[in-house]
Nanobody
Framework: QGQLVESGGGLVQAGGSLRLSCVAS????????VGWFRQAPGKEREFVAR????????YYADSVKGRFTISRDNAKNTAYLQMNSLKSADTAVYYC???????????????????WGQGTQVTVSS
């Protein structure tokens, strides 16, 4: 089945930037949309961004639109989340996942995705 492995999290001051990476381990996500989610303490996991299997289409939660950019490099089986202008409200564990169905996707819910990684902690200090 394989899974995705996230990295790149850390502690950053408000207004700063981080770039998260998501590498497929034991599987490929070529042909599948990839999503980023996050979960803050005491809250449900929420959708952040999605990129199509070709990389040609992206979709963002309103809370990150204009600040975050999702991208992918299928040759490296890797997806990225560039996060700029970070706020304390962005503090969470960030997860990437692959859509359960291949091809075009409008997936935005947790149940639409599989092969979840362990997550990477992002902490934004104010």
């Amino acid at each position: 089945q394989g899974q995705l492995v996230e990295s790149g999290g850390g502690l950053v001051q408000a207004g700063g930037s981080l770039r998260l990476s998501c590498v497929a381990s034991g599987r490929t996500f070529v042909g599948y949309a990839v999503g980023w989610f996050r979960q803050a303490p005491g809250k449900e996991r929420e959708f952040v961004a999605r990129i199509s299997w070709t990389g040609g289409a992206t979709y963002y939660a309103d809370s990150v639109k204009g600040r975050f950019t999702i991208s992918r490099d299928n040759a490296k089986n890797t997806a990225y989340l560039q996060m700029n202008s970070l706020k304390s409200a962005d503090t969470a564990v960030y997860y990437c996942a692959a859509a359960k169905r291949s091809g075009p996707s409008s997936a935005v819910t947790v149940t639409d995705f599989g092969s979840w990684g362990q997550g990477t902690q992002v902490t934004v200090s104010s």
